[in-house]
């Protein structure tokens, strides 16, 4: 087989999982065309990256959260809540910024959890009970904003989180000398884990690509990791933000791909009535999956309000659209049990490209909805007609 | 009683290759009560889903003469306008619906488009009244009991001016008083000039209320019994059901060494909450270390509840009784205890609730017991593969890599996909649950061959079948199940094809 047949079968076969690489790259090639370049320019992907994150962790957890069948619609006012409540502690109760954020965090926790118990215990469908939630939490949110409106937030620690980034620790022809640092590991571990990971393949003769495919996939992700962090590196560096998302991303990818866990999670999702025939502890994966949905939307509360400074009481408001809309356009599938963490982030990514690059056209907002929704649509049927062709 | 209401000549029928009718004839006279017999599988739900034109028309093979006429139904309303009318095992009622909406379902009382429902309530007392149900038209069906909903399928039925009404198994899920009451009403609509079809796998019910009986075997007609010629008896059903060459695929056990018993149930029952009803009823029956059990029964006998039911419980029924695992008394809250405790079952529908079909064959092998390889909850992904490969290699699984999806293999190695799954598990007991249907007959003797190395190992099998020759040709010891009871109990030398068809259809 010569390299371009081999390309050719290799993206007819994968079209799932590349399509939206495909994707990306071509809105934001197009953006960057249409604006001149500026879409692609340090300052705005850096913004881009940033205005994504609080978006990026709830798409994470409503990965895993559809991937089991179910769907968590109180997300967005969740985590505008337990935003107001983390200012609250920080501003009005004078609690230390390193005790609030596990706090904000446990609280995320067990109200997810609450909300799996009402699922897998109770039996309320999720919409359902997940509707209830969002009513419940918008009214919260009101509550305790109620009195004094917006909360400023004055923790300098706490807002660094939204708005700081990573020090530089020298510039280096005006980049910023960190950065190029982690993006070189980070090549480096890349290209390590893919050849260790083809080197076990081939020990088990099972089918890899050759030699020239791997050599140029290779070349090709370097050059984007080595893009973005040339981009970052001209700007602040890496953001908090970025960095933070980044590590929630790196543990769920290995939470669901490599542990017992994350194999439970993808049975129960891909035929429920065999994992509780193999073992599987139903109840308990929803509980858990809830549980950790509970913990990023507070962690996304967290993100927001530090993004702004303050809490406000319209924060939340439709969060948990963009984070569905993010893990649908990433791959995930309403059918249960396929869909990566990967692949709803660079969903989440499509999303805010298209938002930023809109803007930089200056589109107006009654577009930009409309052709979101329009996107959503397309990548929910690109979906069905190649699991179609599969079938 | 002379002219024919229907017959159904040279019926062919296949799915995907397969044969399910072979040049069936089937003749029906005018008001009698023609009860169709035969083993699962036999072809009798294929053959009335011909009639009554759920396979249309030209997806079969033959002719249908209904009235003196040749009958093309493309679609159910077809055969619905005719006055043929089927009744479902399972029956196609509403639960939350009223019985005067239920009986008028589809076929609504309506004055220019509008639904008259004063007129259909009328309407419905009389066909409540036809089928002798006593009960307010307004009651949701959901409050009757199977009997009386029965009867209002009935009823439904005879509000479409029914000619032809086609019983399957109508009482299978019914106690003796409410099957009784029901044999009755089919009587009386006889007198009324109502012919009527009747499947069923009682075969005293057959004995009392048959005309005739037509017995189907491997898609093919075998006899019709005349009953006013005092031809229809338990002798010579079960003979014509059965008489099957029974092919010696069977692989030999040489040396038979049965241990203590490693499962014992007394007194065992499950009740199911859904149905309402007991689905096991007071099971005593226990297995030996070494020993391969057959369980025998025809379709709906609580073999496959009595496996869930030990396999802890998965569907939430009502248990009683005692439940012993080597001797000790147990009481499972959820499959992963029995399967702690040494108890796995490979499930009847292996695409339905036994395989993760998206997934590939490595994560379907090690899904059970993932810890074992998971040091530290993280899976070590090369034991993984070489368990998966093992299990590839020793049961022959016909697949390009264990990273193959399962969806994409044949039954056959689907099913060893199953069966390693469970071994690796290490079970002492392993239930199987028709582990040979639908496949063929090579995969069919390697996983004889399977069973008999796993026996010689020292695991005890437990194996459900509604295959009389391999219940016959592997078993050691055979219970018998019908209505959810033990029927019987025999030993492989003293079993044979016709005493298990007696046990199974009483």
Redesign the interface.
């Known amino acids: 087989m010569n390299f371009f047949t081999e390309a050719r079968s290799l993206l007819k076969v994968n079209i799932r999982d590349y399509g939206m690489y495909i994707a990306l790259f071509v809105i934001m090639l197009t953006f960057s065309i249409m604006t001149d370049g500026l879409f692609m320019s340090s300052r705005n992907i850096s913004n881009l990256l940033d205005a994504t994150g609080y978006i990026a962790v709830l798409a994470v957890g409503m990965t895993l959260v559809i991937v089991i069948r179910h769907i968590d619609l109180s997300v967005g006012f969740a985590a505008g809540f337990m935003g107001a409540i983390a200012a609250i502690l920080l501003s009005q109760m004078g609690v230390p910024f390193y005790l609030t954020i596990p706090i904000i965090l446990v609280l995320g926790i067990v109200i997810g959890m609450f909300n799996g118990v009402l699922v897998a215990s109770i039996g309320i469908p999720s919409f359902v009970s997940s509707l209830a939630g969002m009513l419940i939490f918008r009214g919260a949110l009101l509550q305790v904003t109620e009195k004094t409106g917006t909360i400023i937030v004055k923790d300098d620690n706490f807002n660094a989180i939204g708005n700081g980034y990573l020090p530089a620790i020298a510039q280096i022809g005006g980049l910023n000398l960190l950065a190029l640092i982690i993006g070189a590991i980070t090549i480096l571990f890349f290209i390590y884990s893919e050849a260790s990971k083809r080197r076990q393949k081939i020990k088990y003769k099972f089918e890899v690509v050759s030699n020239q495919i791997f050599v140029v996939k290779m070349l090709f992700v370097s050059a984007i990791i080595a893009y973005v962090t040339w981009i970052l590196a001209g700007y602040n560096g890496f953001s908090w933000t970025v960095v933070i998302t980044l590590a929630v991303v790196i543990i769920y990818h290995f939470l669901t791909t490599r542990t017992v866990l994350g194999r439970h999670i993808y049975a129960v999702g891909s035929n429920p009535e065999a994992a509780h025939l193999s073992g599987i502890n139903v109840k308990k994966i929803t509980y858990i999956v809830f549980g950790s949905m509970g913990m990023l939307s507070a962690l996304s509360g967290i993100l927001y309000t530090s993004r702004l400074q303050s809490a406000t009481t319209t924060a939340g408001t439709l969060f948990e659209l963009d984070a569905i809309a993010a893990a649908y356009v990433g791959g995930v599938s309403a059918a249960g049990g396929v869909g990566k963490v990967t692949g709803s982030i660079i969903g989440a990514l499509v999303m805010a490209s298209l938002s930023s690059g809109m803007n930089l056209l200056g589109v107006g907002i009654s577009y930009q909805y409309m052709i979101r929704g329009a996107v959503l649509a397309l990548a929910v049927i690109f979906d069905v007609m190649t699991r179609k062709k599969r079938g | 009683m002379s002219e024919n209401i229907l017959e159904m000549r040279n019926i062919s029928k296949s799915f995907t290759g397969v044969k399910a009718l072979s040049d069936v004839n089937f003749q029906v006279a005018k008001g009698e009560i023609h009860c169709l017999i035969g083993e699962n599988g036999a072809g009798k739900s294929t053959l009335m889903k011909v009639l009554s034109g759920v396979y249309p028309y030209g997806t079969y093979e033959g002719d249908i003469i209904y009235e003196g006429n040749v009958m093309n139904f493309s679609r159910i309303s077809d055969s619905v306008k005719t006055g043929i009318v089927i009744i479902y095992q399972e029956l196609a009622l509403f639960p939350d619906l009223s019985v005067y909406e239920n009986i008028f379902a589809g076929n609504e009382v309506k004055r220019g488009g509008i639904i008259d429902w004063n007129e259909t309530i009328i309407k419905s007392r009389e066909m409540l009244q036809k089928v002798k149900l006593n009960v307010n038209p307004e009651t949701p069906i959901r409050e009757l009991g199977v009997g009386k909903q029965q009867l209002v399928e009935i009823a439904k039925a005879l509000s479409k001016d029914v000619k032809l009404l086609i019983l399957d198994e109508p009482t299978a899920a019914l106690n003796e008083n409410d099957s009784e009451n029901l044999l009755e009403l089919l009587r009386d609509l006889r007198d009324q000039g109502i012919t009527c079809i009747m499947i069923s796998h009682k075969l005293k019910e057959v004995i009392s209320i048959a005309d005739k009986a037509t017995v189907l075997r491997d898609g093919k007609t075998i006899c019709t019994l005349d009953g006013a010629k005092g031809e229809i008896t338990e002798s010579s059903i079960i003979k014509n059901m059965v008489g099957r060459d029974i092919e010696d695929i069977y692989p030999k056990r040489p040396d038979k060494k049965f241990g203590s018993p490693i499962l014992e149930v007394k007194n065992w029952s499950a009740y199911d909450q859904e149905l309402g009803r007991h689905v096991v009823k007071n099971v005593d029956m226990h297995v030996n270390k070494g020993e391969i059990i057959g369980i025998a029964g025809l379709m709906g006998s609580g073999r496959t509840e009595f496996a869930l039911s030990v396999?802890?419980n998965?569907k939430n029924y009502k248990l009683e009784g005692e439940l012993l695992v080597d001797g000790k008394t147990r009481s499972f809250k959820?499959?992963?205890d029995?399967?702690h405790a040494g108890i796995a079952?490979v499930?009847e529908d292996r695409k339905?609730?036994?395989?993760?079909?998206?997934?590939d064959i490595k994560?379907n092998v090690t899904?059970?017991n993932?810890?074992q390889i998971?040091p530290g909850?993280?899976?070590n992904?090369?034991e993984e593969?070489q368990v998966a490969?093992g299990y590839k290699n020793s049961m022959y699984i016909k697949a390009?890599?264990i990273?193959q999806t399962v969806g994409n293999l044949s039954g056959g190695n689907q099913q060893k996909v199953s069966l390693g799954?469970w071994l690796f598990v290490g079970p002492k007991l392993l239930i199987l649950d028709e582990p040979t249907r639908g496949i063929d007959v090579g995969a069919k003797f390697e996983i004889y061959t399977i069973m008999n190395k796993l026996i010689s190992e020292g695991m005890s099998i437990i194996m459900i079948s509604s295959e009389l020759g391999e219940v016959l040709g592997m078993s050691d010891r055979i219970y018998i199940m019908a209505e959810g009871k033990i029927k019987g109990e025999l030993t492989a030398e003293e079993a044979d094809q016709e005493k298990i068809m007696h046990f199974a259809t009483q």
Do not use: R
């Open positions: 396999f802890g998965p959820h499959t992963s029995a399967i079952y499930t339905g609730d036994g395989l993760f079909l998206i997934q994560s899904v059970a993932l810890k998971s909850g993280v899976v992904e090369n593969v490969s390009s890599s990273e799954k």
